[in-house]
C-alpha cells in the first residue's frame, strides 16, 4: 500500500497490518520521495519507522518530478510520477491491489474542483473505489473518523504544509469552500457530495459496459489499432461514441483518466467539420479520415521496402500482411479475379522480380480502365483510403511503374488476354 506518512495512510496502514492473520493479507508499505520538500526525507524516516513496528515491509521509491509551472501542473507531475512508482513496486513484489488512503473529504473536495471546472459526469464520478489494481479503502470514511482513530490508537503522522499552500485548488476547496458549504448547509454537504459522485460513477459505468459490449461489434482490431466507420459512432448518442474511443484506448492498455480537455477534443473529432489533426494520448493516437475512426499506436510503422521473387511470398509484418506470388499456365477456362485482394497478371509482360514500396511524393498511377494516369494522393483519398494507411498500402512496381495498389486497384499494366501463356497472379493475405 501508499503510504505518505499523513493521517489518511497512516491510519489504513495500522488498519490492514491488524486485519492481516483475518483476511490472509500480505502487506508492503511503499512511500513516495518527490524531493520537493525540506521535510521529506523526514516523512519518509517517519514511514519507515511505523512499518518496521507493525511489520510490514518497507520500500522507498524516489522519483524525479520536472518543477514546471503553473503549480497544479507540478501537483499532477508529482502524481503521474507516484502511480509509476507504485506500479513497478506493485509488479515486483507481486502486489495484486495498490490501496491508498483517500477518504470521503477527498471525495467531496474532488467532486467540488471538478465542478468548478465543468466538468461532465466522468469528472463529477470523482476518485473511483476501485480502478484496475488501485484501491480505497477509506473512500466512505470521513477525515474526523480517521483522526479518533489515530487518537485512540496514539499513533501519530507527519502533516505536509504543502496542504496549506492556496495555489494549489484543493487547498482552496478544502480550507476556504467547504467550511463556507458546511456551514451555509450543515455538516453532511461532504456525504451530499459523495452521493452525487456515486450516482455519476453509476451511470458512468453503465456507460462503460455498454461500450465495450458494443466495441466488437462495430470496430475492426487490426496492425493500424482499433478502427470505426463513422457512421456507426454517429448513430449513437454522443456520450456512447465517445467512451467506445475511450473503451478502444482501454483496449489498447491506454487507461488513465481523461481530462475536460481530452473529452472535448474527442467530441471535436466526431463532429463535423472534422479536425484535420489526430488526438495524442499517451503512447496512442485518435484520428479521424473520411469514413474511418482510428485509436491505434502513434505512430504507425512505415512500410519497409522489399523485393517480391515471382515465384514467391514477401512478408510484411510491419503492416500486417503477406504478398504471395504464383505462376500458373493460361487456361480458357481461366476467371480474372474480381477479389480486390488477389490480382492477375500476363506473366511474360513482367521481370521476375517485383519491388514493393510504400508511396513517394509525386507518385502517380494509371487504374486498369481508367482514362488517364492519376496522382497516386488523389486515388487514394477517392478510393477511401484512410490517411494513416496511404503510406502503408504496399505498391508493387516494375521498370519504374506501379502495377498494384495492393488490395485497392491494379494499374493497367500487362493484363491477362487471348495472347497470355502464363500468368501471375498476386495474393495480398492478413498475417
Not at 467532486?111 to 468548478?116: D, G, I, P, Q
Not at 450543515?186 to 455519476?200: F, I, N, Q
Not at 480458357?332 to 485482394?341: L, N, Q, S
Not at 502503408?392 to 501463356?421: H, K, M, N, Q, Y
Request: aromatic fraction near 4%; charged fraction near 30%; proline fraction near 7%.
Amino acid at each position: 500500500m501508499a503510504v505518505s506518512g499523513g493521517a489518511d495512510s497512516v491510519a489504513l496502514l495500522d488498519l490492514l497490518a491488524g486485519l492481516r492473520p483475518a483476511l490472509g493479507l500480505r502487506l508492503a508499505c511503499a512511500h513516495v520521495h518527490h524531493g520537493l520538500r525540506p521535510e521529506a526525507d523526514a516523512d519518509a524516516a517517519f514511514v519507515r519507522r511505523l512499518a518496521e513496528g507493525l511489520d510490514v515491509p518497507f520500500h522507498l521509491e524516489r522519483v524525479a518530478v520536472r518543477r514546471a509551472p503553473p503549480w497544479d501542473g507540478l501537483e499532477a507531475e508529482a502524481r503521474r510520477a507516484r502511480h509509476a512508482a507504485l506500479d513497478a513496486r506493485a509488479d515486483a513484489v507481486g502486489a495484486s491491489r495498490i490501496a491508498t488512503g483517500h477518504t470521503a473529504d477527498d471525495q467531496a473536495e474532488t467532486v467540488l474542483m471538478r465542478l468548478v471546472q465543468g466538468a461532465g459526469p466522468r469528472g463529477l464520478a470523482g476518485i473511483a473505489p476501485r480502478r484496475g489494481r488501485v484501491i480505497r479503502p477509506l473512500i466512505d470514511t470521513r477525515r474526523a473518523e480517521i483522526l479518533a482513530h489515530l487518537t485512540a490508537r496514539g499513533l501519530g503522522w507527519v502533516e505536509d504544509r504543502t496542504n496549506d499552500d492556496p495555489r494549489f485548488l484543493r487547498n482552496r476547496v478544502r480550507h476556504e469552500v467547504l467550511p463556507v458549504l458546511t456551514g451555509a448547509f450543515g455538516p453532511r454537504v461532504v456525504e451530499s457530495l459523495c452521493r452525487s459522485a456515486a450516482w455519476s460513477r453509476a451511470l458512468v459505468d453503465d456507460l462503460e459496459a455498454q461500450a465495450r459490449a458494443d466495441l466488437r461489434r462495430v470496430a475492426t482490431v487490426g496492425p493500424a489499432g482499433i478502427v470505426f466507420p463513422v457512421a456507426e459512432l454517429s448513430s449513437r448518442p454522443a456520450e456512447l461514441a465517445v467512451q467506445l474511443l475511450l473503451a478502444a484506448a482501454a483496449e489498447l492498455g491506454e487507461r488513465r483518466p481523461r481530462r475536460a480537455a481530452a473529452q472535448r477534443a474527442i467530441r471535436r473529432l466526431l463532429g463535423e467539420p472534422a479536425p484535420r489533426r489526430g488526438i495524442r494520448t499517451g503512447r496512442l493516437a485518435m484520428e479521424r479520415s473520411g469514413r474511418w475512426v482510428r485509436v491505434g499506436p502513434a505512430p504507425l510503422a512505415a512500410l519497409v521496402p522489399r523485393r517480391l521473387e515471382v515465384p514467391g511470398r514477401a512478408e510484411l509484418p510491419e503492416v500486417g500482411l503477406r504478398l504471395t506470388a504464383r505462376c500458373l499456365a493460361a487456361d480458357p477456362d481461366y476467371a480474372v479475379p474480381r477479389d480486390a485482394r488477389r490480382v492477375a497478371f500476363d506473366a511474360d509482360r513482367l521481370p521476375p522480380v517485383i519491388a514493393v514500396r510504400a508511396r513517394r511524393a509525386g507518385d502517380h498511377f494509371s487504374p486498369f480502365g481508367g482514362s488517364a494516369p492519376r496522382r497516386l494522393k488523389s486515388f487514394l483519398i477517392d478510393a477511401g483510403v484512410p490517411r494513416w494507411e496511404r503510406s502503408r498500402v504496399p505498391l508493387l512496381e516494375t521498370d519504374g511503374d506501379i502495377i498494384w495498389v495492393a488490395g485497392v486497384r491494379r494499374s493497367d499494366a500487362a493484363p491477362v488476354g487471348p495472347s497470355t501463356t502464363r500468368i501471375l497472379e498476386v495474393t495480398l493475405d492478413s498475417l
